[in-house]
């Protein structure tokens, strides 16, 4: 499968920056993803809140289903990353 370019990548990212509400994010991404892919994100973005409150590896295992090496590179990615997900947490914890 050929690489999709910088533009492609923007052009995703634009239409999801459209969405209005919670319903529409629900009908776009069940389009867009299969029912494992978004299982997989959701545990992913369970991990990395439950990374944030320090609870311990195997908690998070045993709560998500997700494997201790998937849990690392999210705690990687929480640290180290990009910042998105230091962001969203900021945003969304109340």
């Known amino acids: 499968m050929k690489k999709p370019s910088i533009k492609e990548i923007d052009d995703l990212y634009t239409a999801i920056l459209q969405l209005e509400s919670l319903d529409e ?3 776009f991404f069940g389009d867009l993803l299969t029912e494992y892919e978004v299982k997989e994100f959701v545990k992913r973005w369970k991990a990395a809140r439950m990374l944030s409150e320090n609870i311990p590896y195997t ?7 997700l494997s201790t090496r998937t849990i690392a590179r999210v ?13 969203m947490l900021k945003r969304t914890t109340k």
Not at 78 to 86: A, D, P, Q, R, S
């Open 25 to 27: 994010c629900r009908r």
């Open 59 to 65: 908690q998070i295992e045993e709560e998500t289903g």
């Open 75 to 87: 705690g990687r990615w929480l640290k180290k990353g990009k910042g998105g997900y230091t962001m």
